[in-house]
């Protein structure tokens, strides 16, 4: 298995993704100018097979893998490595049916750290087991051979030596397995132990215990039958002694409505007498109203009186309507007479005959209110309550005069209170109006002095001598001339993209520098054609 592809991105120094390939299976060296990322490229490599010593790809934190750690709006960093898996039967375990597996780590600022195996997620100690099984340990302190080791590594001891031989050869993988299993087995141990006292200390006193109160509840059960048949037996008895009571009771039951029934005779005697009372308190009734006949002949007198005047009204009425018809018969016959007349003479007979025909329609109409106003009376007699003309009884007279009187006073209450009111605001607007004339003189004072600054404007504009058609020819050579500038600016542009190579910006170091000092660009980088001359070293 070897790297098939590395990709960074957002990880350090590169801001932008970045694919290295074409990596030899056996040797391969990182070469490049200083600075140019060399150092970070085996960081990130160290980074996605999950190294926990942070120092030794330079960092403190895991933020401060992330490129310029945000602040230049990159939040993430991701790398991935692609393996390619030739030899699957010494491959990770697992993946044996895989050509390439890839393995990607990602860490997001105020986020959490992720890993993937093939895109799936996967736990870190899965992608630790991973690398471990192909003898490839990060964390090993002898994993990465820096400048000046190979001494030290030199001068090992025999333990030293042998553990980066089992580390290289990969037992050292199960040998920390084994020991982490020892410690599960020493620890399930002392919970054995513990599970052992458990029982004995306290399960075990508690099941005597238990076993004593289940002895306790079979005796209570047995009491308790026992108890249920002598409660049997008392209740059949209280049934007997009831039944007794109850044949007793029925004798009883007999004399007592033999009584009712005596009572009930009794209640019809008395409901006889207190008929014959009732017919005496009737005839008692009957004399009193006689001896109170004295008030119903007043207003019988009253009634006679209001018939009376009710037929002398109907009287008056027909007469009215006799008259009525005289006088109609009368207008036919003048009618007649209007052809032999001149038409002057004419004209005056027919108007005093409208005149007299109006006369007695009126005369009807005001016999007829008097019928229906005395039929009114007559009707108010009769009941007793005082009917007028308008069918209002006295006391709804009354009733309407006292609304009538309250809201009247309500009326005038509005009214003074509206009086006080208006004036009120009539002071208020005598106020505003003395306010808006001296506003008003203000403004109008402003308004001759802008009227003669206007007049001053118009004399100055007609001592310039304007031209419209000139001022339209000055227009349109200002727009064709900043057609030009817009056409040679995209023409600077064009040009500037073809020698962006030479091109050189910079700012001013300090206030006051000599730009004239500065004469462009001293020297650039470029790539060799051929990879044999690349031989730069980290």
């Known amino acids: 298995m070897y790297i098939q592809e590395v990709s960074i991105d957002g990880f350090k120094s590169y801001a932008q993704r970045v694919t290295l390939t074409n990596f030899d299976p056996g040797f391969n060296a990182i070469t490049g100018l200083n600075g140019s990322g060399k150092s970070n490229i085996l960081d990130s490599l160290c980074f996605v097979m999950g190294i926990k010593?942070?120092?030794?790809?330079?960092?403190?934190?895991?933020?401060?893998?992330?490129?310029?750690?945000?602040?230049?709006?990159?939040?993430?960093?991701?790398?991935?490595?692609?393996?390619?898996?030739?030899?699957?039967?010494?491959?990770?375990?697992?993946?044996?049916?895989?050509?390439?597996?890839?393995v990607t780590r990602q860490i997001v600022i105020g986020g959490r750290d992720k890993y993937s195996i093939n895109g799936h997620a996967a736990q870190q100690g899965r992608v630790a087991d991973l690398f471990q099984s192909v003898q490839l340990n990060v964390n090993n302190p002898h994993f990465l051979i820096m400048q000046g080791r190979v001494t030290k590594i030199m001068n090992m001891k025999p333990p030293e030596i042998?553990?980066?031989?089992?580390?290289a050869s990969g037992t050292k993988l199960y040998e920390r397995k084994k020991d982490s299993a020892m410690k599960t087995l020493a620890k399930k141990q002392t919970k054995l132990e513990e599970i052992d006292e458990l029982m004995n200390t306290e399960l075990l006193p508690t099941l005597q215990k238990l076993e004593k109160q289940c002895e306790q509840s079979h005796e209570?059960?047995?009491?308790?039958?026992?108890?249920?048949?002598?409660?049997?037996?008392?209740?059949?008895h209280d049934y007997m002694s009831t039944r007794r009571l109850i044949?007793?009771?029925?004798?009883?039951?007999?004399?007592?409505?033999?009584?009712?029934?005596?009572?009930?005779?009794?209640?019809?005697d008395l409901e006889a007498e207190a008929a014959d009372k009732a017919s005496d308190i009737a005839a008692l009734l009957t004399e009193k109203e006689i001896q109170q006949g004295g008030e119903v002949k007043e207003l019988q007198q009253q009634a006679d009186d209001l018939a009376k005047k009710l037929t002398e009204d109907k009287t008056n009425y027909k007469n009215k309507q006799d008259l009525l018809k005289s006088e109609q018969a009368?207008?036919?016959?003048?009618?007649?007479q209007l052809t032999e007349l001149n038409q002057n003479?004419?004209?005056?007979?027919?108007?005093?005959?409208?005149?007299?025909?109006?006369?007695?329609?009126?005369?009807?109409?005001?016999?007829?209110?008097?019928v229906e106003a005395a039929t009114r009376e007559l009707a108010g007699a009769e009941t007793g309550d005082g009917r007028d003309e308008s069918n209002k009884s006295l006391q709804e007279r009354l009733a309407d005069a006292q609304n009538a009187q309250t809201a009247a006073d309500a009326e005038c209450k509005a009214a003074d209170i509206k009086h006080k009111h208006l004036s009120k605001q009539a002071a208020e607007h005598r106020k505003s109006l003395a306010?808006?004339?001296?506003?008003?003189?203000?403004?109008?004072?402003?308004?001759?002095?802008?009227?003669q600054q206007v007049d001053k404007c118009r004399q100055s504009l007609q001592g310039l001598n304007y031209d419209a058609a000139a001022a339209e020819q000055l227009e349109e050579v200002r727009r064709t001339e900043q057609a030009a500038v817009r056409k040679a600016k995209e023409e600077v542009e064009v040009l500037a993209s073809h020698?962006?190579?030479?091109?050189?910006?910079?700012r001013d170091p300090e206030r006051g520098w000599d730009r004239s000092r500065v004469k462009g660009v001293r020297v650039g980088l470029w790539f060799l054609a051929c990879m044999l001359y690349q031989t730069d070293s980290a």
């Open 53 to 102: 010593n942070l120092s030794a790809v330079r960092a403190q934190n895991l933020q401060e893998l992330v490129y310029k750690q945000g602040s230049a709006g990159i939040t993430k960093a991701t790398v991935s490595i692609v393996f390619h898996n030739n030899d699957p039967q010494n491959g990770p375990s697992g993946y044996e049916d895989k050509e390439y597996i890839t």
């Open 162 to 167: 042998l553990s980066l031989l089992e580390e």
């Open 220 to 236: 209570f059960a047995m009491t308790s039958q026992k108890n249920e048949r002598l409660r049997r037996l008392c209740v059949a």
């Open 247 to 268: 044949e007793s009771g029925e004798a009883e039951l007999a004399a007592m409505v033999a009584e009712i029934q005596e009572l009930e005779k009794q209640k019809t």
């Open 330 to 336: 009368s207008m036919t016959s003048l009618q007649q």
């Open 345 to 370: 003479e004419l004209a005056a007979k027919v108007e005093a005959a409208t005149a007299a025909r109006d006369q007695a329609a009126a005369d009807l109409q005001a016999a007829e209110h008097g």
């Open 435 to 451: 306010s808006k004339d001296k506003e008003a003189t203000g403004l109008r004072q402003a308004f001759d002095k802008a009227q």
């Open 499 to 506: 020698v962006s190579g030479t091109d050189f910006m910079y």
